[in-house]
């Protein structure tokens, strides 16, 4: 298996064979929990106006996401873990449209095929490699806006290499130092409203599911993740 990891939107672009996109803070931590909680049916939108054109259309589906870290207007929810924790999606179709994690997504056009990456489903990514074999496994770290790299994403790429090739890997060590590096943010009082500590603490729950989420494009002409229980 030739591994690569690449680094952000440039990155995503380059991506061949089974693409793993990782958005730790917070994009696919929140799908992971969304789809815990019920959701059926989940459609990831690079443009804003994408976002806002299906919610128009379909008013009760609920738009979820955020630019700048921040809830955008009209929007249901943010782009926060703790915010949806508790929050039953059972039968629900949710939009997602975030600065990093979704782009990765919507660039990644080389791809055979494409999964999300975060801490709280790593095992389940790393089982889900090992049945496909693939060829060419390229691992994306989007970091923030998709151009700029954080320690989170790549720490989460280090991970799950670690695991393909059964080698050790400290978590609560990494997890330390992201507290006073990239998650530093979640532990300023003054961020509660957008980035709040739960955030932190619900995407370091590592290996809280054991289901990966496969990204596809629909007959809509929109890209659809799909839960897949490994």
């Known amino acids: 298996m030739?591994?690569?990891?690449?680094?952000?939107?440039?990155?995503?672009?380059?991506?061949?064979?089974?693409?793993?996109?990782?958005?730790?803070?917070?994009a696919?931590?929140?799908?992971?929990?969304?789809?815990?909680?019920?959701?059926?049916?989940y459609i990831t939108v690079g443009r804003l106006e994408d976002a806002y054109s299906i919610k128009e259309d379909n008013p009760h589906y609920i738009l979820m996401g955020e630019r700048y870290g921040r809830i955008q207007k009209g929007f249901d929810y943010g782009n926060s873990p703790a915010q949806i924790e508790n929050v039953d999606f059972t039968g629900k179709t949710i939009i997602h449209t975030t600065s990093a994690g979704t782009q990765?997504?919507?660039n990644a056009v080389?791809?055979?095929?494409?999964?999300?990456?975060?801490f709280v489903?790593?095992?389940?990514?790393?089982?889900?490699i090992l049945q496909k074999k693939p060829s060419n496994l390229s691992l994306v770290c989007m970091g923030n806006a998709g151009v700029e790299e954080t320690e989170e994403d790549n720490?989460?790429?280090?991970?799950?290499?670690?695991?393909?090739?059964?080698?050790?890997?400290?978590?609560?060590?990494?997890?330390?130092r992201?507290?006073?590096?990239?998650?530093?943010?979640?532990?300023?009082?003054?961020n509660a409203d957008w980035s709040p500590?739960?955030?932190?603490?619900?995407?370091m729950n590592f290996n809280r599911f054991d289901f990966v989420l496969k990204a596809e494009k629909e007959d809509d002409g929109y890209i659809h993740l799909k839960k897949l229980s490994v």
């Not at 696919?28 to 049916?41: H, P, S």
């Not at 080389?110 to 975060?118: F, K, L, V, Y």
């Not at 489903?121 to 889900?128: D, L, R």
């Not at 992201?178 to 003054?190: A, H, T, Y």
């Open 155 to 176: 720490f989460c790429a280090e991970y799950i290499v670690s695991l393909i090739k059964n080698q050790p890997f400290d978590l609560e060590k990494m997890k330390n």
């Open 178 to 190: 992201l507290k006073e590096g990239s998650g530093k943010r979640f532990f300023d009082p003054g």
């Open 28 to 41: 696919f931590t929140v799908a992971c929990y969304a789809f815990n909680n019920g959701a059926e049916d």
């Open 2 to 26: 030739n591994i690569k990891i690449l680094k952000l939107i440039e990155g995503a672009k380059k991506a061949e064979g089974l693409t793993v996109i990782i958005d730790v803070f917070r």
């Open 121 to 128: 489903n790593a095992k389940a990514i790393v089982k889900y």
């Open 110 to 118: 080389n791809a055979d095929e494409i999964i999300t990456g975060s």
């Open 197 to 203: 500590e739960g955030d932190f603490h619900l995407a």
């Open 104 to 106: 990765g997504i919507v």
